[in-house]
């Protein structure tokens, strides 16, 4: 069994704000969904990939689906003959990559959102947020390792989940995979830096996710600064990491009184605390990040899941 399933379906934007004159945007839609059941795919898989038959030439294509970047890169190669290739971004819209045709150009985002699996496509109209649950606390608390074991034990029963990286840290999931010294000069040589747009760019993506998707976990770096307030107003929940006792109120403070965000729990990646608060409105919890998740914590998040935030 191929570990790769290429759906083709139609797609059609009637309303393009920008466009006008095109009176409506037919295109076509090639789905991607990985197979197996752990939704790995090696690059030998390519061999035996196929394009669904049927497509069509006269119009474009947009592409949908979570792969790796050089499976993108194979399917826009192989849609060269069609009018127009995009790549839908969730985040963004469909993102076009590549035209023969004079009404699309390249780099335009066509405004238009992937539909739920037996649901029509078209222009976002969803108005209802999803929760959106920032992971929060200082420095070396495990927070993007926690970002992501929780949204890799919620994506097999929820696919339709999204973890964003809202920092400029130079990590991310790769990170996480590599021996720890490589992902150390791995990490010092992507890392970013701050600019004026960076976290009202992050805002706008976690709210138009919070409009497609069923939950959104938001990873924002540690430190507590007056810059992501745009994200503190696009999200819903925090869960707060940390491995110093006396940095919680600080975060508590930023989060939950300035930023009117709901505590989902606290983790205390540190030594555990004796005398660890039994409040019954809030979760809190001991957790080293090199043991599987508290199922009391999945069981918690797992509840936002398609919950209005």
């Known amino acids: 069994m191929s570990a790769v399933a290429l759906q083709l379906r139609s797609g059609y934007l009637a309303h393009w704000p920008q466009k006008p004159h095109l009176g409506g945007l037919p ?7 990985l197979t197996r059941p752990d939704r790995l795919v090696f690059p030998e898989d390519l061999a035996q990939l196929r394009l669904p038959g049927g497509i ?3 119009l474009g294509v947009v592409l949908s689906g979570r792969a790796p970047i050089w499976l993108y890169g194979w399917l826009v190669h192989e849609c060269h003959f069609t009018r127009w290739v995009a790549c839908y971004d969730p985040r963004l819209g469909a993102v ?5 045709s004079p009404d699309v150009q390249v780099g335009e985002i066509i405004p238009w959102v992937q539909g739920r ?3 029509a496509y078209g222009p976002l109209t969803r108005t209802e947020l999803a ?11 495990g927070k993007s390792r926690l970002a992501r074991a929780l ?3 919620l994506l097999p029963e929820h696919p339709d989940i999204y973890l964003q990286r809202a920092h400029w840290d130079g990590e991310g999931n790769w990170t996480l995979d590599l021996p720890p010294e490589e992902a150390k000069i791995l990490k010092h040589q992507y890392r970013g830096s701050f600019t004026p747009e960076f976290f009202s760019f992050h805002a706008q993506a976690i709210l138009a996710l919070r409009r497609q998707k069923s939950l959104v976990i938001v990873d924002v770096g540690g430190k507590v600064d007056p810059h992501k307030q745009p994200i503190l107003e696009a999200c819903s929940h925090y869960l707060l990491v940390s491995q110093d006792p006396a940095a919680i109120p600080l975060w508590h403070e930023f989060c939950r009184d300035r930023g009117n965000l709901r505590c989902v729990a606290v983790l205390h990646t540190g030594p555990c605390p004796e005398d660890l608060p039994r ?3 809030q979760l809190e919890l001991c957790w080293d990040p090199g043991s599987p998740l508290p199922a009391e914590l999945v069981r918690v998040v797992r509840g936002l899941v398609g919950s209005a935030g």
């Open 27 to 33: 295109f076509q839609v090639i789905e991607i969904e």
């Open 56 to 58: 069509d030439p006269r």
């Open 96 to 100: 076009v990559v590549s035209s023969h």
């Open 117 to 119: 699996p037996g649901k």
């Open 131 to 141: 929760a959106a649950v920032m992971v929060v606390g200082p420095p070396d608390s």
């Open 151 to 153: 949204f890799e034990a």
């Open 279 to 281: 409040d019954p409105n």
